[in-house]
């Protein structure tokens, strides 16, 4: 599918000042080709570390034997996204 392109949706955040300033210093850098490209690449990324992070669930599931309660598995969530409290 040489030069077919993912159709893409259009959409609007809000994001902290400071940090869309360092992705545009980014994409100025050639770090990426767009501010749009930068921050899907960041959310592709966090799509797969949730994925990833669900696999290791499961993989301690099967070692322990045993499901982890709602609550477990919200706390090891906050602890892993580095939330405080």
Do not use: C, W
């Amino acid at each position: 599918m040489i030069g077919m392109t993912t159709p893409k949706s259009k959409t609007t955040i809000t994001i902290d000042a400071a940090v869309l300033d360092q992705v545009k210093k980014a994409v100025a850098a050639g770090q990426s080709s767009s501010v749009s490209a930068y921050i899907e690449h960041a959310v592709i990324g966090q799509l797969s570390a949730d994925t990833d992070f669900d696999l290791v669930i499961a993989e301690l599931l099967d070692a322990s034997g045993g499901e982890p309660s709602k609550h477990e598995l919200l706390e090891a969530r906050r602890l892993l996204s580095g939330s405080a409290a």
